[in-house]
């Protein structure tokens, strides 16, 4: 569930105007525009039999490009454990294609209670570590023209899998002739048994993952999200150092 979300611009004005609410689904009457229509009691909700994310979100599309700087979330009233503790940040130019931009960490509510705006300043990353056991993320449009936020992924403060490996790779179908694909790409700790990094191979088919434990394997996974070929699984796999 979702009370009231905002985009905002690095000054902090809210960027939500001109446009069109959008997400994943709704549940009975609890529609998108929701969470947009500065009223704390009512709110967006997912049909509750979607799913988990990446298949539940919200978002905003724009008519035209805007620059997102900041996440801004008001919880609902009660909500009890039911807030964000961060937002993962996309953009897309066509509502099709998303491109990883960011995160913004957001602080927790004080209590139940609490409909303080949380606002989270959004870092660009390459990768984000995510934790698929609570909380929820954002995916925004800094330079593009639709706006979506995916729920339940949020980097962990408990698991530290940082360090200065790098794995890299390719995603093509092999043909003849070999033809790259862009892809979205999971990268699974084979110590946590979870997905840690999740990119998008490019037009070129090339993919890459920065900043992981050289203590740890990894086993990569890519579906093909247009339906025509099976999932491409590579396990076992140790970061190298560069």
């Known amino acids: 569930m979702v009370g009231e979300l905002q985009f905002r611009s690095a000054a902090g004005s809210n960027l939500v105007a001109g446009g069109t ?48 700087a900041q996440i801004a979330v008001q919880q609902l009233p009660g909500g009890g454990d039911h807030y964000w503790i961060g937002a993962l940040v ?13 995160y913004a960490a957001l602080p927790s509510p004080t209590s139940s209670t609490d409909l303080a705006w949380k606002v989270g300043i959004i870092v660009p990353v390459r990768s984000v570590l995510y934790d698929l056991t609570r909380g929820l ?28 490996g790098v794995i890299a790779g390719s995603v093509a179908v092999l043909g003849p002739p070999v033809t790259p694909l862009a892809r979205r790409v999971l990268l699974i700790s084979e110590r946590l048994r979870r997905v840690v990094r999740e990119t998008w191979s490019g037009t070129d088919g090339l993919y890459r993952f920065d900043g992981l434990s050289v203590a740890d394997t990894y086993s990569v996974v890519c579906h093909d999200n247009a339906g025509t070929y099976r999932a491409l699984i590579a396990d076992g796999l140790a970061p190298t150092l560069e």
Not at 21 to 29: E, H, L, R, T
């Open 21 to 68: 609410a959008i997400a994943s689904s709704q549940y009975v009457d609890n529609a998108p525009e929701r969470a947009y229509d500065g009223a704390a009691a009512t709110y967006w909700q997912a049909y509750m039999y979607e799913g988990h994310a990446p298949d539940r979100w919200i978002g905003y599309q724009w008519p035209a490009a805007v620059d997102v």
């Open 90 to 102: 996309e953009w897309s130019d066509d509502g099709t294609t998303w491109v990883q931009y960011g």
């Open 137 to 164: 993320t954002a995916s925004g449009a800094p330079g593009g023209a639709v706006a979506s936020v995916l729920p339940d992924l949020a980097p962990s403060a408990r698991d530290i899998d940082g360090g200065p």
